[in-house]
């Protein structure tokens, strides 16, 4: 493309779609404010990327990918739900980011999507409190030990087979002596908070 030519509608296309994907992300974790902090990309260059109207430098695409904790990928990749994606338990990669500052592994390829799966495992005495600022709802399915969940002074304990969809922020601990094991569905926005 020749400097002041306009972009084949195409290439602006896939503009918008990274764009919509770090909106999605970012709107899960953090203000634009913070994110830019977090980043280096100035609030104004934040919103004409994520609405599709700017042209973003490979170096400002990867200071946001990798404020979110993702990988360039995680953007770059096309949508996975018109697709059969298998993701074998010795290929799920490891994730943490500022509001995920302890470590899971994603059962889906990417983080890129409104829907986040993730298989976590956690400690006997871990307590995790979950971010109020996070946009969104998560459900929990508890394969292995016990934990309980508290939600605006109500505590829910769950076992193996429970499952419970709550909205943020709300605290989790493991009770007992156990490992929890738990897969785990991020939703943006989701039922929960509307």
Not at 126 to 141: K, N
């Amino acid at each position: 493309m020749v400097r002041g030519q306009r972009m084949p509608e195409s290439d602006a296309d896939q503009l918008r779609a990274i764009g919509g994907k770090i909106r999605t992300s970012r709107r899960a974790m953090l203000s634009v404010e913070a994110f830019a902090e977090k980043s280096g990309v100035s609030v104004g260059q934040i919103s004409r990327i994520e609405n599709g109207t700017g042209n973003p430098s490979v170096e400002s695409l990867l200071r946001m990918v990798t404020a979110l904790g993702y990988d360039l990928d995680d953007v770059i990749e096309p949508e996975t739900a018109d697709q059969t994606v298998v993701v074998r338990a010795h290929e799920r990669r490891p994730f943490s980011s500022a509001t995920t500052p302890y470590n899971i592994e994603l059962i889906l390829p990417t983080m890129n999507s409104e829907m986040s799966v993730t298989y976590c495992e956690e400690q006997p005495g871990e307590v995790r409190d979950a971010d109020r600022s996070i946009d969104g709802d998560l459900l929990y399915y508890v394969i292995d030990g016990t934990m309980e969940i508290e939600k605006d002074g109500q505590v829910h304990v769950l076992g193996p087979g429970d499952a419970l969809l709550v909205g943020f922020p709300h605290r989790n601990r493991v009770i007992g002596d156990t490992v929890v094991k738990t897969v785990q569905m991020f939703r943006t926005g989701g039922l929960m908070n509307e």
